[in-house]
């Protein structure tokens, strides 16, 4: 059954509508991943004789910080790890066990990129352990220790994705801990060190994460099993509905009556919310930078400020059109232009980006060429990130069910590989503007390139919207296509 189910899979993969775009992605993300898991070996390297060579026990060193190491793991895995998929509506009818449905999709979750990379990691540096003459049984119950503790998170993350709250809370907790750290007011490492310590020291003590492992799957497990049900999770849920009053926008003819659909979807669908909650987010993403000396007046001061004033454009642009894509055929069927369309998603974009320029106010406290910097990657996102995101949104085709309920081994992450890579350019064109202020021994010569670029992009607005229209309609019928797929 299993080897059926790996069929099904690959068929749902060569059959695909944006097959050539999904094989010439996962071939760019192998050599993606070579080339980490290069850095990932040499890092194991480095760690263990960088400490050696710093006077410090590399093994002791290593228990100390991992903690964080972990922390962060799982702080990535819940915006980037994508839940596993299965077509459960078709199986369910069919002779097959609810058993190996699931432990099949929870399989699959154990040999994904956020758990093998690790590996490039910790196996080279176990090796190194042992070279040196660390004791085998040691290093060989705190390598299991570690493998434990990663896939404890991979099932961790299954059980709370989707609870927002939940995240929210945990995330809060591990922000205070690395702060409280920081900041000399509170030290976890004190209390965990010993743990990962006693890892290889005692080697009975490689049950207890194996014990709580195996609990997990087991919660975890029958958690999707009691609701892989046809009249249960895989059902879509109806709520009441609410109206807003938004008939001022009436005034800007089409132009309101898609601004009203898409500011009414922001309000009423969780999805759509997660992207306000990001924007905000992101708004304080600046602190991790600005108040460290090291960065002031480096290319990282302009990567962080594109972040401060472009969170809502990059997480909900990035999903133009495919906000639409469950009633994306019948807009197709309207008297609507692409222009008028498209043009409603970037006043929407605009005017997020603007209310994000305002509330950043507050970073002057770290310097006036901090809050300019941040002005100057403002217009920047306007006058250029906007375009950029309705461009690469015609390729992207990653459709969006807005009804679908929380569904057993369901996905609504509001990021993924192929929408990130479509960004880099977003953050690399300014730090490389910011860069030749740097060259030139004047940030302002920098800053003033950004916001040029962005005042250029806003001056030819019009054949930049005509260029992104025919691209549109040129991919319209491939766009419509992949829309149609449900899984």
């Given amino acids: ?231 249960e999770r895989l059902h879509i849920k109806k709520n009441l509905a609410t109206t807003e009053d938004l008939t001022w926008l009436n005034q800007f003819g089409t132009l309101g009556t898609f601004l009203k659909n898409d500011i009414k979807l922001l309000m009423r669908n969780k999805r759509a919310k997660t992207t306000l909650y990001m924007s905000l987010f992101f708004l304080f993403y600046g602190f991790i930078f600005f108040p460290q000396e090291i960065y002031k007046n480096s290319v990282m001061q302009a990567f962080a400020a594109v972040f401060v004033t472009g969170g809502f454009l990059i997480n909900f642009g990035q999903f133009v059109p495919s906000w639409d894509s469950s009633y994306y055929q019948l807009i197709m069927t309207q008297s609507i232009s692409y222009k008028e369309y498209l043009n409603s998603k970037w006043w929407l974009m605009i005017i997020g980006t603007a209310i994000s320029m305002l509330l950043a106010s507050f970073y002057i406290y770290f310097g006036w060429d901090i809050y300019i910097t941040i002005l100057a990657t403002g217009i920047y996102n306007i006058g250029f990130n906007s375009f950029l995101v309705l461009f690469t949104g015609a390729y992207t085709r990653t459709a969006i069910d807005l009804e679908s309920a929380k569904g057993a081994f369901g996905d609504k992450k509001a990021f993924n590989f192929k929408t990130l890579l479509f960004s880099l350019p977003q953050m690399v064109i300014p730090i490389l503007l910011f860069g030749i202020g740097i060259l030139a021994d004047n940030i302002y010569i920098g800053i003033a390139l950004i916001a040029l670029v962005g005042i250029l992009g806003l001056l030819f607005k019009s054949r930049l919207f005509l260029l992104i229209e025919r691209i549109y309609k040129k991919e319209k019928y491939e766009t419509i296509v992949a829309y149609k797929q449900k899984n």
């Fill in 1 to 231: 059954m299993i080897k059926h189910f790996l069929t099904l899979e690959w068929k749902s993969f060569v059959r695909s509508a944006s097959f050539k775009t999904n094989l010439a992605f996962k071939i760019f993300m192998g050599f993606l991943f070579l080339s980490f898991a290069g850095m990932y070996v040499l890092m194991s390297y480095g760690v263990f004789y960088g400490f050696k060579k710093a006077g410090l026990e590399p093994l002791q060193t290593v228990n100390k910080f991992i903690i964080y190491y972990l922390f962060a793991d799982m702080m990535m895995r819940y915006f980037f790890q994508k839940i596993p998929t299965l077509t459960i509506r078709p199986l369910l009818v069919l002779p097959i066990k609810k058993n190996t449905i699931v432990h099949f999709s929870l399989g699959k979750t154990v040999l994904n990129y956020f758990n093998t990379t690790h590996a490039f990691f910790f196996i080279p540096f176990s090796i190194i352990l042992l070279y040196n003459d660390y004791n085998i049984l040691g290093v060989i119950s705190w390598h299991l220790g570690i493998l434990t503790s990663i896939l404890f998170i991979n099932f961790l993350n299954i059980l709370i994705n989707n609870k927002d709250l939940l995240f929210g809370i945990v995330a809060t907790i591990i922000i205070g801990l690395f702060a409280s750290q920081y900041y000399n007011l509170f030290d976890i490492t004190v209390y965990t060190q010993p743990y990962f310590q006693a890892l290889y020291e005692n080697t009975v003590m490689v049950l207890l994460p194996i014990a709580v492992l195996v609990l997990i799957y087991y919660f975890t497990f029958n958690f999707f099993k009691k609701d892989l049900t046809l009249d």
